[in-house]
């Protein structure tokens, strides 16, 4: 193919100037395709009891390390679109309160492979309260009831 003036050329530029442009977009759908998938999101929960709580956060501990005997806590931050279920709102439940927190945890993987972990609260669902407490009866003993050492206890008179 043999150019013959100026304004050839200048279409051929305009036309690929074009293309270019217009796979601008694709290239950039692409790399974000490819950063998604460093992505992972999966659905979690953690069942225990309320070790502390606030308007925006909640701490719950999910049971003993067997292999250091520490208890394990998992805390949360709280925002107004998280559920509660069994109860009314958030501040009918305590601590001591025995709930499952159903959470959102989003690990990303950096391109320089680090893992970054963040959660989000779905829904807290109420299980029980903690147990009352049992106090024990005081013995009461008076010494006046007690019989003495050497006397004869009353019983009352009998009638023949």
């Known amino acids: ?11 051929i530029a305009i036309i690929i100037g074009l293309i270019m442009l217009l796979s601008a977009p694709l290239l950039a759908q692409e790399a974000q395709e490819n950063k998604k998938k ?7 929960e953690a069942t225990g009891v309320i070790s ?6 909640i701490a719950v501990e999910t049971g003993i390390d067997p292999s250091t ?10 925002d107004k679109n998280v559920r509660v279920l069994h109860k ?20 990303e993987t950096t391109d320089t492979g680090r893992r970054i ?5 779905k829904t807290i669902t109420f299980l029980k309260s903690p147990p009352k407490e049992i106090t024990g009866l005081e013995e ?9 050492v050497g006397s004869l206890p009353l019983k009352g008179l009998k009638e023949r």
């Open 117 to 121: 972990r963040s959660t989000s609260v």
């Open 69 to 78: 005997g520490i208890p394990r806590e998992e805390a949360f931050n709280l």
């Open 38 to 44: 460093n992505i992972e999101v999966t659905m979690k």
């Open 88 to 107: 009314n709102s958030l501040k009918e439940i305590k601590v001591g309160d025995t709930v499952t927190v159903g959470y959102e945890e989003t690990i």
């Open 1 to 11: 193919m043999r150019i013959k003036n100026k304004n050839q050329i200048l279409n």
């Open 140 to 148: 009461t003993t008076s010494k006046e009831a007690e019989p003495q």
């Open 52 to 57: 502390a709580l606030s308007a925006n956060f």
